[in-house]
């Protein structure tokens, strides 16, 4: 009865919270307290994957007073869950965990009872698993991309204007690739996304160093027929290329 854990619980990654509805009441020979928590909560996300990405949405607690000498949590793994009935935009869920466990801090953080530098807390963590709705966000992401490589793959098939064609592509792709970055932060590593933009600058320049060549021989008073149908080859060969990195 003298116990509060549920005031004395500290969100380990919350940013901030607040609890309302406090109830304590007599069950049979045991305490029932229950307590309705909100907040916002620190995580890190890797878009590694993005827009083919899946987070796991995590409540980490933790006690902020007794160790574990005077206080253990039990996870009721039975008798948690979700509200199926909860929506998020552009998100799906799928699956949700509870584990209680123990904390250790190499600390005392001074207690005079604990001579060994370590302290133990009951611990416990919610774990909501979520997976984006990948279709919509990807088309809006690739879209200028792939708009790009076909015209990177038209220019073959054209004389006049190829250069400033491919210039143009050129220039979206980078366009493209800044809205990235803002998309997904600042990053490490080459993403997902990143894999992409570069296989499309990989086309470009393929097709710009064949445009060069191509349009020397018939400049050059060469059979100009016979070089749009090598043309027409190369531009088979870059799209099957391109369609496997990106299914690679």
């Not at 998020?88 to 699956?95: K, M, S, V």
Request: proline fraction near 4%; aromatic fraction near 8%; avoid cysteine.
């Amino acid at each position: 009865a003298d116990l509060e854990p549920l005031k004395t619980v500290e969100f380990v990654n919350g940013f901030s919270t607040q609890g309302s509805l406090d109830s304590t009441l007599e069950r049979d020979g045991q305490w029932w307290a229950t307590r309705k928590i909100s907040g916002v909560f620190r995580q890190d996300f890797s878009l590694r994957n993005y827009p083919f990405d899946e987070q796991p949405l995590l409540i980490e607690m933790e006690e902020g007073v007794l160790d574990t000498r005077d206080l253990v949590y039990i996870a009721d793994a039975g008798n948690s869950g979700m509200n199926p009935a909860v929506d998020l935009p552009g998100w799906r869920l799928l699956d949700f965990r509870l584990v209680g466990g123990v904390t250790a801090h190499p600390t005392t953080f001074g207690d005079p009872s604990l001579p060994k530098g370590v302290s133990r807390y009951a611990s416990l963590k919610m774990r909501v698993g979520v997976e984006r709705n990948h279709l919509a966000n990807f088309v809006k992401a690739t879209f200028p991309l792939y708009i790009a490589a076909l015209l990177a793959l038209v220019s073959l098939i054209v004389t006049d204007g190829r250069m400033s064609l491919l210039g143009a592509t050129t220039f979206a792709v980078v366009r493209s690739f800044v809205s990235v970055e803002k998309l997904v932060g600042p990053h490490d590593g080459v993403y997902l996304l990143d894999q992409l933009h570069f296989a499309t600058l990989a086309l470009i320049m393929a097709a710009t160093g064949l445009g060069v060549i191509s349009l020397r021989p018939i400049s050059q008073g060469g059979d100009a027929a016979r070089q749009r149908r090598m043309d027409l080859r190369w531009a088979g060969v870059l799209l099957g290329a391109y369609l496997l990195l990106n299914l690679i």
